[in-house]
């Protein structure tokens, strides 16, 4: 293990946004883990997990020990006639890991390819895309308990999945994701009632053509972040109660939108931002992106500051034609490497 002083993490980030680490490590199993942990205990550091930079916004200078991820692996546990279950280490590529599901003839993850990051993260905010989240073809996950210093199973049921949200980001500091146990299906269970995916799909309702499909949809209309800086989509898109809604469809009756349960309705934060006028509109060197209005592009060298004056500008104007919030979806760092509120 080596531990390095004064790393940039422009690399590490995909919103390419320049900060420095007073410390940093690469972790390649829990022995490691466990060393990094002492280290910064014994240097008075917060630790700052780093998976693959895809959903955070980080400061110019970070104090903390940085412990980037990088715990390998894929390994069968066991099969029944439906399904095979497989333990996943969390430095793994997430979208090579979809792609190799798919060669395997595992089927569940098809709808998820192409997001970017590690698959360590993709419980922490249960990445979803196309009519699947992760969640659903989680079993368990494995962590090291930072309270308890022991490794732990937590299964899928304890894990409180929702829309982008999960214990893990309930309780940042405590967990550290070592292993993701997934339960694929051995035969296809195609959900294509996103959008236009089933169109896009034609005549071949394959797993395989599903894949390729979510993926040609996503490079039409996601940046791709070694192009264009970005963080996927920026906002989530805002649950809202029944009675707020009504008053708001009849104002606008375009309004996308998607009932949710318990009277609640999901509305689309990048038709609110794109009828706000900030499709394609940039602020210093920080705008929404012209395809999809959703995701916040770094367009050159953006600082932090840059980024929140964008963001904070996006959250007023759509604040003021809609009486909407909208809430960042990256994680926000602050110098001492904690997570701040937005
Ligand atoms: N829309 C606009 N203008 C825009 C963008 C979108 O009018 O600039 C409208 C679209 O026409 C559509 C609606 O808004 O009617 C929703 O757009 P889209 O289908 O592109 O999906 P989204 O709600 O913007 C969500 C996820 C994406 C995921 C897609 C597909 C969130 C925050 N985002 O985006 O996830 O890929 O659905 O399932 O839930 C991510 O989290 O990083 C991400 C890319």
Same mark, same amino acid.
Request: hydrophobic fraction near 40%; charge should be negative.
């Given at each position: 293990?080596?531990?390095?002083?004064?790393?940039? $993490?422009?690399? #590490?980030?995909?919103?390419?946004?320049?900060?420095?680490?007073?410390?940093?490590?690469?972790?390649?199993?829990?022995?490691?883990?466990?060393?990094? $942990?002492?280290?910064?205990?014994?240097?008075?550091?917060?630790?700052?997990?780093?998976?693959?930079?895809?959903?955070?916004?980080?400061?110019?200078?970070?104090?903390?020990?940085?412990? /980037?991820?990088?715990?390998?692996?894929?390994?069968?546990?066991?099969?029944?006639?439906?399904? @095979?279950?497989?333990?996943?280490?969390?430095?793994?590529?997430?979208?090579?890991?979809?792609?190799?599901?798919?060669?395997?003839?595992?089927?569940?993850?098809?709808?998820?390819?192409?997001?970017?990051?590690?698959?360590? /993260?993709?419980?922490?905010?249960?990445?979803?895309?196309?009519?699947?989240?992760?969640?659903?073809?989680?079993?368990?996950?494995?962590?090291?308990?930072?309270?308890?210093?022991?490794?732990?199973?937590?299964?899928?049921?304890?894990?409180? #999945?929702?829309?982008?949200?999960?214990?893990?980001?309930?309780?940042?500091?405590?967990?550290?994701?070592?292993?993701?146990?997934?339960?694929?299906?051995?035969?296809?269970?195609?959900?294509?009632?996103?959008?236009?995916?089933?169109?896009?799909?034609?005549?071949?309702?394959?797993?395989?053509?599903?894949?390729?499909?979510?993926?040609?949809?996503?490079?039409?209309? $996601?940046?791709?972040?070694?192009?264009?800086?970005?963080?996927?989509?920026?906002?989530?898109?805002?649950?809202?109660?029944?009675?707020?809604?009504?008053?708001?469809?009849?104002? #606008?009756?375009?309004?996308?939108?998607?009932?949710?349960?318990?009277?609640?309705?999901?509305? /689309?934060?990048?038709?609110?931002?794109?009828?706000?006028?900030?499709?394609?509109?940039?602020?210093?060197?920080?705008?929404?992106?012209?395809?999809?209005?959703?995701?916040?592009?770094?367009?050159?060298?953006?600082?932090?500051?840059?980024?929140? /004056?964008?963001?904070?500008?996006?959250?007023?104007?759509?604040?003021? @034609?809609?009486?909407?919030?909208?809430?960042?979806?990256?994680?926000?760092?602050?110098?001492?490497?904690?997570?701040?509120?937005?």
């Amino acid at each position: 293990m080596n531990i390095e002083s004064q790393v940039q $993490l422009k690399p #590490f980030n995909t919103l390419s946004l320049n900060s420095i680490a007073s410390h940093y490590v690469k972790i390649q199993s829990i022995v490691d883990l466990q060393q990094a $942990l002492q280290f910064s205990k014994a240097h008075d550091l917060n630790v700052l997990l780093l998976s693959g930079g895809s959903n955070m916004m980080l400061p110019e200078h970070i104090h903390a020990l940085v412990v /980037a991820i990088d715990i390998q692996g894929i390994e069968f546990l066991s099969e029944d006639a439906e399904s @095979k279950t497989i333990k996943v280490g969390a430095g793994q590529v997430w979208h090579d890991f979809v792609l190799w599901t798919t060669t395997q003839q595992l089927y569940g993850l098809q709808n998820l390819a192409l997001i970017p990051g590690l698959v360590g /993260a993709s419980p922490v905010q249960n990445i979803g895309a196309y009519g699947v989240e992760v969640g659903e073809f989680i079993q368990s996950v494995e962590v090291y308990d930072r309270q308890s210093a022991q490794t732990l199973s937590i299964q899928a049921q304890d894990c409180h #999945f929702s829309y982008r949200h999960s214990i893990f980001k309930d309780d940042p500091d405590r967990y550290v994701i070592t292993h993701v146990i997934f339960k694929l299906l051995k035969h296809a269970d195609l959900k294509v009632n996103y959008g236009d995916l089933k169109d896009a799909m034609m005549d071949d309702m394959s797993a395989e053509n599903l894949q390729k499909q979510v993926i040609h949809i996503r490079q039409s209309k $996601l940046p791709d972040p070694n192009e264009y800086p970005n963080v996927g989509s920026f906002f989530k898109n805002p649950i809202i109660k029944q009675q707020e809604f009504s008053q708001l469809i009849a104002k #606008f009756p375009n309004i996308p939108h998607y009932p949710q349960a318990g009277n609640h309705v999901k509305i /689309a934060a990048g038709w609110l931002i794109d009828q706000s006028g900030w499709k394609g509109k940039q602020l210093n060197q920080v705008g929404m992106f012209h395809k999809q209005a959703l995701v916040l592009v770094n367009y050159a060298d953006a600082t932090l500051t840059d980024v929140r /004056a964008t963001y904070q500008a996006v959250q007023k104007d759509v604040f003021e @034609k809609f009486g909407v919030h909208l809430e960042p979806e990256p994680v926000l760092y602050n110098k001492l490497g904690l997570i701040e509120n937005h």
